[in-house]
């Protein structure tokens, strides 16, 4: 039982430090926008017409809350 629970630590150690140096490391391309108390990622390419958006993110705390309305 130990060493199942050293095992599943150890993980769960080397998740977070792995998230953490990505954070920092891998930064998306774009800025963080301040709209109305809420920052969203833009990444803006290119000029002309026609505009296309592309929203990612359909989760529970991404676009799908926006598009639901609640």
Avoid: K, Q, W, Y
């Avoid at 109305?36 to 833009?42: N, S, T």
């Amino acid at each position: 039982m130990a060493l199942l629970l050293a095992v599943v630590v150890a993980g769960a150690g080397h998740e977070f430090l792995g998230r953490r140096r990505l954070r920092v490391t891998s930064l998306p391309p774009g800025a963080l926008v301040d709209i109305g108390g809420r920052r969203i990622h833009v990444d803006c390419r290119g000029a002309g017409s026609p505009t296309v958006v592309l929203v990612s993110g359909l989760d529970i705390n991404g676009a799908l809350r926006l598009v639901g309305g609640a």
